[in-house]
């Protein structure tokens, strides 16, 4: 993706706040340290001649340069901060031996990745490399942030950042045992990753291997960008060959039961890059007891937002493969289940468009559907139901054997769920002429789960009842059907009841306040 995760781009930004709110006092600080510095006793030369034994800490050269620097952050960061005498300064302080001056440099990188909205000049990279490799782990964290932000802001050249050598130590930044410096170091390789000739170098230089331990990283920080970086690299093919040798197909699958969203997406993501080459198929099946088979349809039957996986070609395989094995209670009950979790999204219409809902209402018709795969099948057609469109989608497929179906179904109380299920897909299509002709013909058989609905224990199964009742009744021949067999009555006895138990209610609330 190139994209650092949703939490990790809050910490940048949250750190970017802390960064304005300070620069007020950031050179103030920064002058500060390096006085303190220079200033210690133990960078003093001393006469004794134990102490003439011990070279400085402090080269003398770095002594002009410090404060130099510390000149130039007085009087001109703000006019000039890439100019060339910072740069030299930079360059002294960046490959000191000293950790406290390579933290000032690294410091003062941190500020400009903040503030900066210009290209970053090519010889301002070079002072990464010491600082990269810094044995200061401050040294390590503030650089290799300052150098996501670079990337991320396209103040460098991806090409270039490895053209100069940056690479490598980024990749032996992975190996550190700091969870901050794995999350940054795996961002940089994730923004870098997006260049094919960057991939290759990444492939070349081992990079797959730490990545892949990182992907198991129990920081979600961490293990999001090794995962982003994955993906990105899954978009060679020649590193798809290097991801397949070095073990990356096993942990990719496991990661798709992540209870991480971004990294279920991003794992979901390579392994499809991964997929549309036909030579890895074998490789990618050959986990016992086909579990990356079962681990997708498991994802696909949650309720993970899922916009972008919903396809043409997803949804026309899923049509197919419902009417293919519609006596299949495992492959049913799945197939509903996923096609039902698309539909929550913005996927509706591609839904509509596809063999989906044909193929879901011809599942019903078979005698050898378990009810745990008709419940998701009926839930699946209530949910689509809910929208006109997709309800003008239905009354095209109905005919008599499948109203029919729905009727019994919805008179079947036993079931309960696919009894209010059914009973919803009714009451949705009412009102169209041709649904209104075939449930005329289920008269009796409507009247009586409407009965049983208006007297069930459970309020949804009055509610729904009363709904169907008052649309039906708008038509003549259902309303002098109702008056005949004294629906009416019925009705009134459900009234009474629920005037009671308001009454019960209120004075209940009533003795509570009191």
């Not at 088979?293 to 043409?312: E, G, M, N, Q, W």
């Not at 008709?374 to 057609?381: A, G």
């Not at 003549?476 to 629906?487: D, G, T, Y």
């Amino acid at each position: 993706m190139g994209q650092l995760c949703g939490r990790c781009m809050q910490l940048l930004c949250d750190f970017m706040a802390f960064v304005q709110r300070m620069s007020s006092s950031l050179v103030h600080g920064i002058k500060e340290f390096l006085t303190l510095i220079i200033k210690c006793s133990c960078l003093k030369q001393s006469s004794s001649k134990t102490r003439q034994l011990y070279k400085p800490i402090l080269q003398p050269h770095e002594r002009v340069t410090v404060q130099e620097f510390l000149q130039h952050i007085e009087t001109g960061f703000e006019m000039s901060p890439l100019g060339k005498d910072p740069l030299e300064a930079l360059r002294t302080l960046a490959f000191s031996e000293n950790p406290g001056l390579q933290q000032s440099a690294a410091l003062y990188y941190l500020h400009m990745s903040q503030h900066m909205n210009i290209p970053l000049p090519v010889e301002h990279l070079e002072p990464f490399y010491a600082l990269l490799r810094s044995a200061d782990l401050e040294v390590q964290q503030m650089s290799s942030l300052s150098l996501v932000n670079f990337l991320l802001e396209g103040n460098v050249d991806k090409e270039l950042v490895v053209q100069m050598g940056l690479l490598e130590p980024i990749l032996d930044l992975l190996e550190s045992e700091d969870p901050t410096v794995q999350c940054n170091s795996c961002a940089c390789i994730m923004t870098l990753a997006v260049s094919e000739s960057n991939r290759e170098a990444i492939g070349a230089a081992r990079g797959v291997t730490p990545l892949l331990s990182l992907a198991n990283s129990y920081d979600p920080r961490v293990q999001q960008n090794a995962v982003g970086a994955i993906l990105n690299l899954t978009q060679s093919e020649k590193i798809q060959q290097v991801l397949c040798k070095e073990g990356a197909l096993p942990v990719l699958a496991l990661l798709l039961d992540s209870p991480d969203s971004e990294v279920q997406y991003y794992s979901c993501v390579a392994l499809s890059n991964v997929a549309a080459n036909v030579q890895h198929h074998e490789a990618m099946l050959r986990p016992s007891n086909r579990f990356l088979l079962h681990t997708l349809i498991s994802l696909l039957s949650s309720s993970v937002d899922k916009d972008t996986l919903a396809c043409a070609e997803l949804l026309q395989s899923l049509g197919m493969l419902l009417s293919a094995h519609k006596t299949d209670p495992v492959i049913v009950g799945h197939t509903a289940c996923i096609i039902k979790n698309l539909s929550l999204s913005q996927n509706r219409q591609r839904i509509l468009e596809s063999p989906c809902v044909e193929a879901l209402l011809q599942t019903m018709l078979s005698t050898d559907t378990q009810e745990d795969s008709l419940h998701y099948v009926t839930s699946c057609l209530a949910e689509l139901a809910k929208q006109e469109g997709a309800t003008l989608c239905m009354v095209q497929w109905m005919d008599e054997p499948l109203t029919k179906c729905l009727v019994r179904l919805a008179g079947q109380l036993e079931h309960t769920e696919p009894s209010f299920h059914a009973a919803s897909i009714i009451q949705h299509m009412i009102g169209h002429g041709k649904t209104m002709l075939l449930l005329k013909q289920r008269m009796g058989e409507i009247q009586a789960y409407l009965r049983s609905f208006l007297t069930h224990q459970e309020l949804r199964f009055q509610q729904l009842g009363i709904s169907t009742f008052c649309r039906l009744r708008e038509d003549p021949e259902f309303s002098l059907a109702f008056r005949k067999s004294q629906m009416a009555k019925l009705l009134e006895q459900v009234r009474r009841q629920t005037e009671e138990t308001q009454e019960l209610l209120r004075v209940a609330i009533c003795h509570e306040e009191i």
